[in-house]
Protein backbone atom coordinates (compact mmCIF):
# COMPACT_ATOMS: atom_id res chain seq x y z
CA UNK A 1 0.00 0.00 0.00
CA UNK A 2 1.15 3.42 -0.64
CA UNK A 3 0.37 6.00 2.46
CA UNK A 4 0.86 9.91 3.07
CA UNK A 5 1.61 11.00 6.02
CA UNK A 6 1.86 14.51 6.90
CA UNK A 7 2.18 16.03 9.85
CA UNK A 8 2.26 19.39 11.87
CA UNK A 9 4.46 19.61 15.04
CA UNK A 10 5.56 23.00 17.81
CA UNK A 11 7.78 21.09 19.91
CA UNK A 12 8.34 18.16 17.69
CA UNK A 13 6.41 15.26 19.44
CA UNK A 14 4.41 14.84 16.48
CA UNK A 15 7.25 14.61 14.36
CA UNK A 16 8.45 11.74 16.47
CA UNK A 17 5.27 10.06 16.66
CA UNK A 18 4.89 10.02 12.52
CA UNK A 19 8.23 9.21 11.80
CA UNK A 20 7.56 6.28 14.06
CA UNK A 21 4.10 5.72 12.08
CA UNK A 22 6.17 5.42 9.04
CA UNK A 23 8.99 3.32 10.13
CA UNK A 24 6.25 1.15 11.74
CA UNK A 25 4.50 1.25 7.86
CA UNK A 26 7.99 0.53 6.28
CA UNK A 27 8.93 -2.22 8.45
CA UNK A 28 5.51 -3.89 7.31
CA UNK A 29 6.23 -3.59 3.78
CA UNK A 30 4.28 -0.43 2.69
CA UNK A 31 5.26 2.74 0.65
CA UNK A 32 5.39 5.72 2.80
CA UNK A 33 5.84 9.39 1.75
CA UNK A 34 6.36 11.13 5.60
CA UNK A 35 6.24 15.11 4.99
CA UNK A 36 5.65 18.23 7.82
CA UNK A 37 2.16 19.32 6.51
CA UNK A 38 4.07 22.60 5.12
CA UNK A 39 6.08 21.17 2.77
CA UNK A 40 2.71 18.97 1.51
CA UNK A 41 0.41 21.50 -0.17
CA UNK A 42 1.34 20.86 -3.59
CA UNK A 43 0.84 17.16 -2.69
CA UNK A 44 -2.53 15.30 -4.22
CA UNK A 45 -3.28 12.97 -2.03
CA UNK A 46 -5.62 11.50 -5.02
CA UNK A 47 -1.84 9.42 -5.77
CA UNK A 48 -2.16 7.74 -2.35
CA UNK A 49 -4.58 4.65 -0.90
CA UNK A 50 -4.35 5.91 2.45
CA UNK A 51 -3.43 8.93 4.62
CA UNK A 52 -2.01 9.98 8.22
CA UNK A 53 -2.21 13.37 8.78
CA UNK A 54 -1.08 14.02 12.70
CA UNK A 55 -1.28 17.45 14.64
CA UNK A 56 -1.08 18.62 18.11
CA UNK A 57 -3.25 20.42 20.18
CA UNK A 58 -1.53 23.91 21.35
CA UNK A 59 -4.11 25.92 23.28
CA UNK A 60 -7.30 24.28 22.09
CA UNK A 61 -6.91 23.80 18.24
CA UNK A 62 -4.13 22.39 15.93
CA UNK A 63 -1.91 24.28 13.83
CA UNK A 64 -3.11 26.29 11.01
CA UNK A 65 -1.34 24.67 8.51
CA UNK A 66 -2.43 21.46 9.24
CA UNK A 67 -6.20 23.51 8.48
CA UNK A 68 -4.74 24.84 5.70
CA UNK A 69 -4.29 21.12 4.06
CA UNK A 70 -7.32 19.90 5.13
CA UNK A 71 -9.14 22.77 4.13
CA UNK A 72 -7.90 22.68 0.61
CA UNK A 73 -7.74 18.96 -0.07
CA UNK A 74 -10.89 18.24 1.92
CA UNK A 75 -12.67 16.42 -1.42
CA UNK A 76 -9.32 14.41 -2.16
CA UNK A 77 -9.40 13.05 2.05
CA UNK A 78 -13.16 12.28 1.88
CA UNK A 79 -12.16 9.86 -0.99
CA UNK A 80 -9.86 7.65 0.66
CA UNK A 81 -9.17 6.57 4.02
CA UNK A 82 -7.64 8.68 6.28
CA UNK A 83 -6.31 8.51 10.20
CA UNK A 84 -6.08 11.42 12.09
CA UNK A 85 -3.60 11.66 14.92
CA UNK A 86 -4.39 14.51 17.47
CA UNK A 87 -2.01 14.40 19.88
CA UNK A 88 -2.01 16.49 22.86
CA UNK A 89 -1.33 16.06 26.78
CA UNK A 90 -5.50 15.65 27.84
CA UNK A 91 -5.00 12.52 25.65
CA UNK A 92 -2.42 11.30 28.78
CA UNK A 93 -5.06 11.08 31.41
CA UNK A 94 -8.45 10.18 32.25
CA UNK A 95 -10.55 13.22 32.93
CA UNK A 96 -13.90 13.34 31.11
CA UNK A 97 -14.18 17.03 30.76
CA UNK A 98 -10.68 16.96 29.07
CA UNK A 99 -11.50 14.34 26.82
CA UNK A 100 -14.69 16.01 25.85
CA UNK A 101 -12.62 19.53 24.90
CA UNK A 102 -10.56 16.77 22.79
CA UNK A 103 -13.97 16.24 20.89
CA UNK A 104 -14.90 19.64 20.56
CA UNK A 105 -11.70 21.00 19.11
CA UNK A 106 -12.27 18.08 16.61
CA UNK A 107 -15.68 19.12 15.63
CA UNK A 108 -14.70 22.94 15.44
CA UNK A 109 -11.57 21.55 13.23
CA UNK A 110 -13.99 19.60 10.99
CA UNK A 111 -16.71 22.58 10.74
CA UNK A 112 -13.43 25.15 9.98
CA UNK A 113 -11.99 23.00 7.21
CA UNK A 114 -15.24 20.81 5.79
CA UNK A 115 -13.02 17.55 6.46
CA UNK A 116 -14.50 15.33 8.56
CA UNK A 117 -11.89 12.79 9.62
CA UNK A 118 -12.94 9.28 9.00
CA UNK A 119 -11.12 7.70 12.15
CA UNK A 120 -9.54 10.05 15.10
CA UNK A 121 -7.05 8.61 17.32
CA UNK A 122 -6.00 11.01 20.05
CA UNK A 123 -2.39 9.87 21.10
CA UNK A 124 -0.88 11.26 24.56
CA UNK A 125 1.90 13.67 24.05
CA UNK A 126 4.71 15.47 25.84
CA UNK A 127 6.18 17.55 28.35
CA UNK A 128 9.50 19.43 26.87
CA UNK A 129 10.22 21.80 29.75
CA UNK A 130 13.83 22.26 28.54
CA UNK A 131 12.21 23.13 25.13
CA UNK A 132 9.86 25.70 26.42
CA UNK A 133 10.12 29.41 26.49
CA UNK A 134 9.06 31.30 29.83
CA UNK A 135 5.73 31.76 29.07
CA UNK A 136 5.14 28.40 27.69
CA UNK A 137 6.94 26.83 30.48
CA UNK A 138 4.59 28.71 32.96
CA UNK A 139 1.60 27.55 31.03
CA UNK A 140 2.71 23.77 30.93
CA UNK A 141 4.00 23.50 34.88
CA UNK A 142 0.27 24.67 35.51
CA UNK A 143 -1.35 21.90 33.48
CA UNK A 144 1.09 19.20 34.25
CA UNK A 145 1.05 20.05 38.38
CA UNK A 146 -2.60 19.64 37.93
CA UNK A 147 -2.49 16.66 35.90
CA UNK A 148 0.19 14.68 36.84
CA UNK A 149 0.69 15.46 40.60
CA UNK A 150 3.59 13.15 40.77
CA UNK A 151 5.48 14.86 37.52
CA UNK A 152 8.90 16.27 38.17
CA UNK A 153 8.37 19.41 36.86
CA UNK A 154 12.25 20.42 35.46
CA UNK A 155 12.14 17.18 33.39
CA UNK A 156 10.99 16.97 30.18
CA UNK A 157 8.61 13.76 29.83
CA UNK A 158 7.13 11.63 27.70
CA UNK A 159 3.29 10.40 28.17
CA UNK A 160 3.27 8.33 24.16
CA UNK A 161 2.13 5.00 24.37
CA UNK A 162 4.45 3.63 21.38
CA UNK A 163 2.94 -0.07 22.05
CA UNK A 164 -0.68 1.51 21.73
CA UNK A 165 0.11 3.37 18.91
CA UNK A 166 1.94 0.48 16.81
CA UNK A 167 -1.35 -1.52 17.74
CA UNK A 168 -3.40 1.28 16.89
CA UNK A 169 -1.93 1.55 13.27
CA UNK A 170 -1.65 -1.85 12.25
CA UNK A 171 -5.21 -2.16 12.86
CA UNK A 172 -5.96 0.40 10.92
CA UNK A 173 -3.85 -0.57 8.17
CA UNK A 174 -5.22 -4.15 7.82
CA UNK A 175 -8.83 -2.96 7.94
CA UNK A 176 -10.69 -3.02 4.65
CA UNK A 177 -10.52 0.54 2.29
C1 LIG B 1 1.82 26.48 24.77
C2 LIG B 1 1.22 25.08 24.81
C3 LIG B 1 -0.17 24.94 24.82
C4 LIG B 1 -0.74 23.66 24.89
N1 LIG B 1 -2.10 23.55 24.92
C5 LIG B 1 -2.67 22.33 25.08
C6 LIG B 1 -4.09 22.20 25.16
O1 LIG B 1 -4.86 23.16 25.03
N2 LIG B 1 -4.59 20.96 25.38
C7 LIG B 1 -3.78 19.85 25.51
O2 LIG B 1 -4.30 18.77 25.73
N3 LIG B 1 -2.43 19.94 25.38
C8 LIG B 1 -1.87 21.14 25.18
N4 LIG B 1 -0.51 21.25 25.06
C9 LIG B 1 0.31 20.04 25.09
C10 LIG B 1 0.75 19.61 23.67
O3 LIG B 1 -0.35 19.20 22.88
C11 LIG B 1 1.76 18.48 23.83
O4 LIG B 1 2.91 18.97 24.51
C12 LIG B 1 2.18 17.86 22.50
O5 LIG B 1 3.09 16.80 22.76
C13 LIG B 1 2.85 18.89 21.58
O6 LIG B 1 3.15 18.28 20.35
P1 LIG B 1 4.35 18.80 19.42
O7 LIG B 1 5.62 18.55 20.19
O8 LIG B 1 4.27 17.97 18.21
O9 LIG B 1 4.09 20.24 19.16
C14 LIG B 1 0.09 22.51 24.95
C15 LIG B 1 1.48 22.65 24.90
C16 LIG B 1 2.05 23.92 24.84
C17 LIG B 1 3.55 24.05 24.79
Known sequence: MKLLIAYASTEG???KIARFVADRLVDAGH???LLPVSAAQDIDPAHFD???LAASVHVG???SEMSE???TQARALLARPVLFL???LAAAGHDAEDWRALDGIVKDFADATGWQPGQVAQVAGAYKPSEYDIFRRFVMRRI???KDPDADLDVDHEYTDWDALG???DEWTSKAA
Do not use: G
Open 31 to 33: SVE
Open 86 to 88: SVS
Open 61 to 63: HYQ
Open 50 to 52: RVI
Open 69 to 71: FAA
Open 144 to 146: VAA
Open 13 to 15: QTR
Open 167 to 169: ALV
